[in-house]
Each structure stands twice: as structure tokens, then as C-alpha cells.
């Protein structure tokens, strides 16, 4: 199987793609390009959107912040709080966002490649990390969806995921919670991402399905309960304010 072959049987004969993709080692440089550039038009499409989006959301957590203030003390506040850019939201958070999915391509796979025996497989680094930097390409196929959306609706989604569901309606409650906070982290192309991890597993590891599954949910959950902690520590801080 080709190269591009194995990119289209990601979506209809994954084992067979993961094959491939384990045999090529360096691959994992297409994938990468293939994500971070899919959610660099996203970044770049949304965001004018996005920017107002979270300027409106800035300036009203200011005021709900300063509204038992005292009027100058408010005003000080006010002037010191600067609106988000363009700049600051396509490179910074982009960069920032690209580098953070750098880690997390590499803590997954080092994950992987040094669990394998305990689970009774064998990995090599160079073909571990290439299936699972691939098995994020539900990532890049997300971002397109959210680029049709901005497309179609001249704006960006209120909600990740299924945070829909359990939203209070207010925004910044909404970020305190936690069970707000995993719904959004769940969607078809997170589940889809579990799925491909537990192959890419199986097959650089030379495992059972079921073995992959198992570290693939393991690993899942762990990165749930990660995003879960800043959540948690800022539900525990404003409850105390």
C-alpha cells in the first residue's frame, strides 16, 4: 500500500493503513503537517470570529469582577486589561497549540513504546510514534468540519463536543464546570481517535486488538482527567471568592 494509499485506508481499512504507516517510519512528518495546517486555516478563518467572540467574553467577566468595586479601583482594572489581537490568537495560540500537540504526540507514543513488554508485545520507537502521531488525524478532519461550519455560519460554535448537552447557559459558570469540561472533550472524532490508537497499538506493538483497546481507553482517560484539573482548581478558586 502506498503512502497515500494508507492516508485513505485510515478511513476504511485502518489495520491495513497502520501497517503501512508502521513500516514507514518518517511518514509521521505528513500527518503532523496535515494536522497543524488544518488548524492553522481554521485559526487563521475563524478568527476575527473567535477574536470577538472572546473580547465580548473578556469585557463582561471584567465587569461581573468589578462590580462591588470600588469606581476607581474598576477603572483601573478596565485600563490595565487589554483586548486579545489577531496577532495573539493566530500566532501565539496557534504556536502555543502546535507545541502542546507536539508533546502530546511524543508522551503518547514514549507511553506506548516503553508499556509494550509489559504487555506482552515489542515496540520500535521509529514505527510507534509514526502510527501514533497518525492516529491523530481525526484532528485534522475536526478542523475541517469547524472550518465548513464558519464558512456556512459566519461564526464560530458556541460548544466544543458534547458540551451542548450540559451547558447552564452561562458562559462563565460553564468554565467552572467540570462536568461541562468532559462533555466538550468528547465528540465522534475523539472516539474515532481512540479507535485508531488502539490499532496503531496492536499493530506497532504486536498485540492483541483487546490489549490496545485497553491502553488506548487508559491513556484516553488519563488525558481526560488532565484537562480536567485546571477546571477543577478554578471551580475550587471561585467558589472560594
Not at 513504546?113 to 520500535?124: A, L, P, V, Y
Not at 509514526?130 to 464558519?150: C, H, K, Y
Amino acid at each position: 500500500m502506498t503512502l497515500g494509499g494508507a492516508i485513505l485506508g485510515l478511513f476504511h481499512r485502518p489495520t491495513q493503513a497502520m501497517e503501512t504507516l508502521a513500516g514507514k517510519p518518517r511518514s509521521w512528518i505528513w500527518a503532523a503537517l496535515l494536522i497543524v495546517a488544518s488548524m492553522m486555516v481554521l485559526l487563521v478563518v475563524s478568527g476575527p470570529y473567535q477574536l470577538e467572540l472572546t473580547n465580548e467574553r473578556q469585557a463582561e467577566a471584567i465587569e461581573r469582577m468589578t462590580a462591588d468595586m470600588a469606581e476607581e479601583q474598576a477603572e483601573l482594572i478596565r485600563e490595565r486589561t487589554k483586548p486579545t489581537t489577531m496577532t495573539q490568537l493566530v500566532l501565539i495560540g496557534g504556536l502555543t497549540a502546535a507545541a502542546l500537540m507536539a508533546i502530546g504526540w511524543v508522551v503518547r507514543a514514549a507511553v506506548v513504546h516503553f508499556s509494550s513488554t509489559s504487555i506482552g508485545g515489542h515496540s520500535i520507537w521509529g514505527a510507534t510514534f509514526s502510527v501514533a502521531v497518525w492516529s491523530m488525524i481525526p484532528t485534522a478532519v475536526s478542523s475541517l468540519v469547524s472550518l465548513v461550519f464558519v464558512l456556512l455560519n459566519g461564526r464560530v460554535a458556541q460548544h466544543s463536543g458534547l458540551g451542548m448537552l450540559v451547558t447552564s447557559g452561562d458562559w462563565l459558570k460553564d468554565s467552572r464546570s467540570w462536568q461541562y469540561a468532559l462533555a466538550s472533550a468528547v465528540d465522534p472524532f475523539t472516539l474515532w481517535q481512540v479507535v485508531l490508537f488502539a490499532i496503531a497499538i496492536s499493530v506497532a506493538c504486536k498485540v492483541s486488538r483487546a490489549k490496545g483497546a485497553v491502553l488506548s481507553l487508559v491513556l484516553f482517560v488519563l488525558s481526560l482527567g488532565l484537562k480536567l484539573v485546571p477546571v477543577l482548581i478554578s471551580s475550587a478558586v471561585g467558589g472560594a471568592l
